[in-house]
């Protein structure tokens, strides 16, 4: 097993790092999660392509669906570019055609769409992050954020980030390996956060995209403790295959490095649409479309800087259809309570890791006998299923060799347009620290 190891700019953000955590609560005092004192849920997707990069529609109407369809925030993230200054696009030429166009024309009739013929090309302005964010938040109910998709490679491995809510653009930094990659995307990200006092956040966007991150690298990035588990793009792979590890077996392979190994905080799961298509629906494959899963965050305002705070200190599930209406967890163990809907019973999966562990790990070689860019295969200690129940709500006891526990739902109900065959309704609530790892854990 590679140990850790630290870069100047590495130990940088790792103080930064302890600084903010050190204004954190523990897990163990995470409490209660639920809708009372003045907190409810806020419903969100942090991650979306538009006409900026290559979503097939407009912000604003891709804003309009987020907000019809029952959101409360909304980041859009398109790749390598903020949504920030006069940009016109040729209507036949753009992603979303005619069709996009008339769709805006239809919903906007007078003195909004900007337009133009050059040459005979019909031409539109794409609305800036100030125009389209003006015309949609609501005071309480509907906030847009402005992020970005950092999409960074290392040779032929993708290593996308998305930042929520940042104020300058920021270019794939590059680097030597896939983690140093990871790493100076993550450094530029806190510069900037330091340098304007501006909340925001990173994360790593699908692992499983060409297969690009493996476990391994992605438990030793500093300053950075986000991930998909979930996206909704039908090309990532959040399911793995015969020789990769699904991003549920990555998240357990982290979580348990990170606590017994590597002092690094707990990495929580994002359940995302990164939706780029938005015409048409639902069509069976291929396609990216809005509303496959979001996060569910706890907080009394609706504003960046509380939804930011409140999903660093973990206030906050990822879902693709199952509703939690409460987590509690002290130091004796966690319960969870759902919304039950209709005709659908679920499994309540509490999955952990116990200290004394099977630490032993292989390679995944290739027909040459060579080691290869994969997460290694690690014993069934890692991620083992603690206990599962079934019903509407559950409570599990932690065990004093526990490191950390995460509760995964699973709905007896099919993902209404999954971006993989097969796929449930599913619920992921974020890792807690149990009492052994409260202990070997970074606080
Ligand atoms: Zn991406
Ligand atoms: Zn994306």
């Given at each position: 097993m590679r140990s850790l190891q630290l870069t100047p700019s590495s130990f940088a953000a790792l103080f930064a790092t302890l600084v903010s955590l050190s204004l954190m609560s523990s897990a163990l005092d995470a409490g209660d999660l639920e809708a009372k004192d003045g907190k409810q849920w806020y419903k969100g997707n942090l991650h979306t392509h538009s006409h900026w990069s290559?979503?097939?529609?407009?912000p604003e109407m891709i804003g309009l669906w987020y907000k019809e369809n029952g959101y409360q925030f909304l980041a859009l993230t398109d790749h390598n570019v903020l949504a920030n200054y006069e940009r016109w696009i040729d209507v036949d030429m753009s992603k979303g055609g005619r069709e996009a166009y008339d769709k805006l024309k239809a919903r906007f009739p007078e003195n909004w769409v900007d337009e133009r013929t050059v040459d005979g090309i019909l031409e539109v302005r794409l609305k800036t992050f100030d125009e389209f964010s003006g015309l949609l938040n609501e005071e309480g109910s509907f906030l847009m954020m402005l992020g970005e998709e950092v999409t960074d490679i290392y040779k032929t491995s993708p290593i996308h980030m998305n930042i929520s809510n940042l104020k300058e653009m920021i270019p794939?930094?590059?680097?030597?390996s896939i983690l140093d990659t990871m790493q100076n995307n993550v450094n530029a990200a806190i510069a900037q956060r330091e340098r304007t006092g501006q909340p925001m956040m990173i994360h790593l966007n699908h692992?499983?995209?060409?297969?690009?991150?493996?476990a391994e690298d992605l438990m030793r990035v500093v300053g950075e403790n986000f991930f998909e588990?979930?996206?909704?793009?039908?090309?990532?792979?959040?399911?793995?295959?015969d020789t990769h590890a699904d991003t549920e077996r990555l998240w357990d392979i982290v979580l348990t490095h990170r606590v017994a190994e590597l002092k690094l905080p707990l990495m929580y799961g994002l359940g995302t649409d990164d939706s780029h298509s938005y015409h048409n629906m639902p069509h069976p494959a291929k396609r990216s479309e809005p509303g496959r899963a979001w996060i569910m965050v706890l907080a009394d305002e609706l504003n960046s800087n509380t939804l930011i705070t409140a999903i660093e200190d973990g206030q906050f599930y990822s879902s693709s259809g199952v509703t939690v209406n409460r987590v509690s967890s002290d130091e004796t163990g966690i319960a969870v309570e759902l919304e039950p809907v209709d005709g659908e019973t679920y499994t309540i999966d509490f999955i952990g890791t116990r200290a004394g562990f099977d630490a032993s790990s292989q390679p995944v070689l290739n027909d040459k006998g060579e080691e290869e860019n994969i997460t290694r295969t690690y014993s069934d200690d890692i991620g083992a299923v603690l206990q599962s129940s079934t019903g509407t709500e559950a409570r599990y006891t932690f065990h004093p060799n526990d490191l950390y526990v995460r509760v995964q739902v699973t709905s007896s109900a099919d993902h209404p347009n999954p971006s993989q065959a097969g796929d449930k309704k599913q619920a992921w609530i974020q890792p807690v620290y149990g009492p052994a790892g409260q202990a070997e854990g970074v606080k």
């Open positions: 290559d979503g097939d529609d407009y794939p930094m590059k680097g030597e692992p499983n995209f060409h297969y690009g991150v493996t588990v979930y996206n909704g793009h039908s090309g990532v792979n959040n399911n793995g295959d």
